[in-house]
């Protein structure tokens, strides 16, 4: 995994919190001081919880698991759907779709009828409706575009969840914990990190504490999926190669046959 150090998170403001106000008792935990009434985080303890929740969420992607990532503010957007492609994993950066755990069955006749819409307008039938109808499709199949575009590979659930910003997505929190779904997530001074499996304490608003929290999880989890295509490689490479219907080791077995050999 990359190193980070203390300079790493202070120059990306990730130790900055709300204003004191709006802060969450919970979070009293994490919290290092107040300076002009704004509660900073104690890095440290940042930096412990970032690396714990890097290493288990590398785990999972070594063992083949999948992690759904899910941020719809405007400021992790971007990061979220970058570090996601990278490693092939799914993603919600638009408006979370109620159910999307809860009821995924639901989620999978929506991806079906996403796949029928882009047919539709690849077909003969498609250049015969009038324009009116033709833009009708086009604007159903972009809707589902945006908002399914980031989960159409999945086929079960997610093993984990990793979410910026609890408060504003506690939806997907609330679905996750109904079912069991380890979350993991960066937590600002002003939610509840109670029932998270792994809080990172940080800043949640900034597009730089963001991206570096998000480029750290996304280089973990780059290692445990190259470690887990190592694994292949190598448990291909110990089979036993054959010639014709015999092993080579009973070739070499059979050709020592008649000689002498000490013991």
Known sequence: MSKLEHRDLLDSGVHYGH???KWNPNMS???FMKYNNIHVIDINKTLLHLQEAASSLKNLARDGKKILFVATKKQARLSVESEAK???MPY???RWLGG???NFITIRRLLKKWASLEKLIKSDTFNNL???EQLTVERKKDKLSRLLYGISDVTRLPAALFIVDLNKEHNAFNEARRLGIPVYALVDTDANPTNVDFVIPGNDDSDKSIRLILGYIGD????GLMERQKRKNDSTTDMPVEIGTEHIGFEVSRSMQGKNTNV
């Open 29 to 31: 935990q994490f919290i």
């Open 100 to 102: 999307t755990l809860t």
């Open 19 to 21: 204003i004191a106000k």
């Open 130 to 132: 009038i324009r009116r």
């Open 220 to 223: 973990a989890i780059a290692e």
């Open 92 to 94: 919600v950066t638009e």
């Open 86 to 88: 990278r490693n092939s």
